[in-house]
């Protein structure tokens, strides 16, 4: 029985040992992966800018619906700088002009949601929003007094929390609590860059990836879902994004550049801004992924050249029942009557929404696309969504 026994355990550790082999071999695939409790593992994919192409709206659509936002003296658009698409509304949040619009399916104006003010029911600055569609409610971050506003599509301001106990840029609310990401000092002596916090804000669960001190940072949002209830996050000092499952963290996809990754694993380790430039300097190296959508089977980012100057700026998208990786260069679609952007503004397993701006039409096409619309299109109107259908093949 004893030598039966002994047997066993020998196979388990030698399964055991087989499987610690696998892990390491894995981490190696997606070796810059900052770990605070979190697995090496995903998918990784490799990137060459050396072969971009021209993105052709054939390849992907089959239909497109332009929509374009009613410019009145109370909806000025600035930027769009998140936007969310649903069969009743159009949410746009432009943090130029510190707004939050709500239009209809058409692009009428409806109105605009809260006061900016420094009255105790308005907000001063919007740093993130994020819709609960299904709720119909809208949670905004304030950044100058460091919590989150709950609206209805109404307008009306339902709740206000507590100043946060960890300041934050931006967030991404699950049911386990609220995910921040952060590059502030204050009740982070770690200096991480991910906390769960409880729903209440005031509870610190979990946190991830610290830095010896915060030299590559965003202010951007950093967090995006897929629809169907999965959450994921992407920070400056890691070619990774992650998915958040339940209160864990995983590396979901990992952006291999090859000799041009940055040396994340340097910078989290730097102590200071002048470290970090010196460690870019001299080198064109991809990074800093941005603007990031995952749907069910795609997944969508920017990224560009960083360090020796401004480099150019790429499109990628990945799709992860194929394997295909994609990558563009050129800001505007190829086989179109108008001058659609490339710069996503939301994905969903359907479609895809890309945004035109009058003031970038030509005389002639300008004129086309007007007698279309019953609305009045001016050079200096709000932009035009282009609502792009996907083929069902690509849908599939």
């Known amino acids: 029985m004893k030598t039966k026994r002994m047997q066993a355990m020998k196979a388990a550790n030698g399964w055991l040992f087989i499987g610690l082999l696998l892990m390491v071999w894995l981490g190696a695939a997606c070796s810059s992966t900052p770990s605070r409790g979190v697995a090496d593992a995903g998918t990784t994919i490799a990137v060459n800018v050396d072969k971009t192409e021209d993105f052709d709206f054939h390849d992907y659509f089959d239909t497109v619906r332009y929509i374009p936002l009613e410019t009145t003296d109370d909806a000025l658009i600035g930027e769009v700088t998140k936007l969310y698409l649903t069969q009743e509304n159009i949410l746009v949040f432009d943090q130029k002009t510190m707004s939050l619009f709500l239009f209809d399916a058409r692009g009428r104006f409806v109105r605009k949601i809260g006061n900016k003010g420094e009255g105790p029911d308005e907000y001063m600055y919007i740093n993130d929003v994020q819709l609960d569609a299904g709720r119909g409610l ?40 609220v995910w921040v990401y952060s590059c502030f000092k204050d009740n982070n002596p770690g200096h991480y860059n991910l906390t769960l916090l409880s729903p209440d804000l005031q509870t610190v669960k979990k946190q991830y990836f610290p830095q010896k001190e915060f030299v590559n940072v965003t202010f951007e949002s950093v967090f995006t879902g897929d629809g169907r209830g999965r959450a994921f996050f992407y920070y400056p000092s890691s070619n990774i994004i992650y998915e958040l499952d339940g209160t864990d963290v995983d590396p979901y996809l990992c952006i291999d550049f ?62 992860s029942e194929s394997g295909e990786t994609r990558v563009f260069k050129a800001p505007f679609m190829s086989s179109v009557d108008y001058p659609i952007a490339l710069n996503l503004l939301y994905a969903s397993d359907d479609l895809w929404v890309y945004p035109l701006y009058p003031s970038l039409f030509s005389d002639e096409s300008f004129e086309k696309l007007r007698k279309t619309f019953d609305a009045d299109i001016q050079f200096d109107s709000n932009l035009i969504l282009a609502v792009c259908h996907l083929k069902e093949k690509a849908r599939d």
């Open 138 to 177: 809208v949670y905004v971050h304030e950044r100058i007094r460091n919590r989150i506003y709950t609206y209805d599509l109404s307008g009306k301001l339902l709740e206000q929390s507590a100043k946060a106990s960890v300041e934050f840029n931006s967030f991404f609310r699950t049911e386990e609590g």
């Open 258 to 319: 090859g000799s041009r990754t940055v040396p994340y694993d340097q910078i989290r380790e730097a102590g200071n801004m002048e470290e970090c430039d010196k460690l870019l300097a001299d080198h064109a190296y991809l990074g800093d992924i941005q603007h990031c959508f995952v749907t069910r089977n795609r997944v969508f980012f920017s990224f560009s050249e960083m360090g020796a100057g401004m480099g150019p700026g790429y499109k990628c998208f990945y799709d």
